[in-house]
T-cell receptor, first 114, second 115 residues
Framework: QQQVRQSPQSLTVWEGETAILNCSYEDSTFDYFPWYHQFPGESPALLIAIRPVSNKKEDGRFTIFFNKREKKFSLHIADSQPGDSATYFCAASAGNTGNYKYVFGAGTRLKVIA | DPKIIQKPKYLVAVTGSEKILICEQYLGHNAMYWYRQSAKKPLEFMFSYSYQKLMDNQTASSRFQPQSSKKNHLDLQITALKPDDSATYFC??????????????FGPGTRLTVL
């Protein structure tokens, strides 16, 4: 089934803490897992992405952990800053099927308190 | 300069009318997409096109018709508008399926309100 589940729906952390956002999927044909963030009134923008050949991808303060066996992946935001406050969406696509449509999770609204 | 242009930014329509949402991308991509975002269904895939050909259609209603007059254009025609169609419609683009790089870039969106 082509569905991506995301949790929590909202998350509040203090500045400097690590925020952890979680996603899971069922469709084994998914082979690309991006995370997007969206600020109010703006469009989604790519933050970081991973393919199943890796179980970890880092880019600065942002890290994706990927567990292929359990079909789960998470985004860790280290040293969270107030400027990170936004809605974060995980997604999955099955590019190996020739169609790069994204299936998005429902989103996590992150608030970082100074 | 904006790489993906969507027009108009805001659109108000009456129930039963027809509107066309415009999307142009200047990223040199050959794959384009439409997504819809509302309070009920965040970021829902609608259509994908590759080299001006329809790849996938996930909309249940024929009232939504994509139109690709040029390879960097993918407009969305919506007929017989309903209040439930109220949402922000995002156009996106990427390199085409089969390429090893799947990142999609999103346009600024058109916020449609149907009264």
């Amino acid at each position: 089934q082509q569905q991506v589940r995301q949790s929590p729906q909202s998350l509040t952390v203090w500045e400097g803490e690590t925020a952890i956002l979680n996603c899971s999927y069922e469709d084994s044909t998914f082979d690309y897992f991006p995370w997007y963030h969206q600020f109010p009134g703006e469009s989604p923008a790519l933050l970081i992405a991973i393919r199943p050949v890796s179980n970890k991808k880092e880019d600065g303060r942002f890290t994706i952990f990927f567990n292929k066996r359990e079909k789960k992946f998470s985004l860790h935001i280290a040293d969270s800053q107030p400027g990170d406050s936004a809605t974060y969406f995980c997604a999955a696509s099955a590019g190996n099927t020739g169609n790069y449509k994204y299936v998005f999770g429902a989103g996590t609204r992150l608030k970082v308190i100074a | 300069d904006p790489k993906i242009i969507q027009k108009p930014k805001y659109l108000v329509a009456v129930t039963g009318s027809e509107k066309i949402l415009i999307c142009e991308q200047y990223l040199g991509h050959n794959a384009m997409y439409w997504y819809r975002q509302s309070a009920k269904k965040p970021l829902e895939f609608m259509f994908s096109y590759s080299y001006q050909k329809l790849m996938d259609n996930q909309t249940a209603s024929s009232r939504f018709q994509p139109q690709s007059s040029k390879k960097n254009h993918l407009d969305l025609q919506i007929t017989a508008l309903k209040p439930d169609d109220s949402a922000t419609y995002f156009c996106a683009s990427s390199r085409p399926p089969g390429h090893n790089y799947a990142e999609q870039f999103f346009g600024p969106g058109t916020r449609l309100t149907v009264l």
